[in-house]
């Protein structure tokens, strides 16, 4: 069935010449139609939000790196070290 439309399609075009401008208004065709799913992945993976969550683990990890790095070289653990609870 798919071999059919192909054929269909390449019949319409006259060959290879409008394929191009045809295959560019489906294109354009169906990012406006799906304009809003295109737009949350798009944010979700390169927007501001995808950086923030980076920046934050990097941020968690280099802590505790440190921690892990003053109880080595003290003994004990600092008491801001993750995982600690405050006052103990």
């Not at 354009?28 to 920046?55: N, S, T």
């Not at 790196?65 to 004990?76: Q, R, V």
């Amino acid at each position: 069935m798919i071999a059919s439309w192909w054929a269909w399609y390449w019949q319409q075009t006259g060959g290879n010449v409008l394929a191009m401008p045809l295959c560019g208004l489906l294109a354009v065709a169906f990012a406006v139609c799906c304009r809003k799913p295109i737009a949350r992945w798009w944010h979700r993976y390169f927007g501001a939000k995808a950086e923030l969550a980076d920046i934050k683990a990097t941020v968690d990890a280099a802590h505790k790196i440190a921690a892990d790095l003053f109880e080595h070289h003290t003994g004990s653990a600092h008491p801001l070290a993750p995982g600690r609870q405050e006052g103990s």
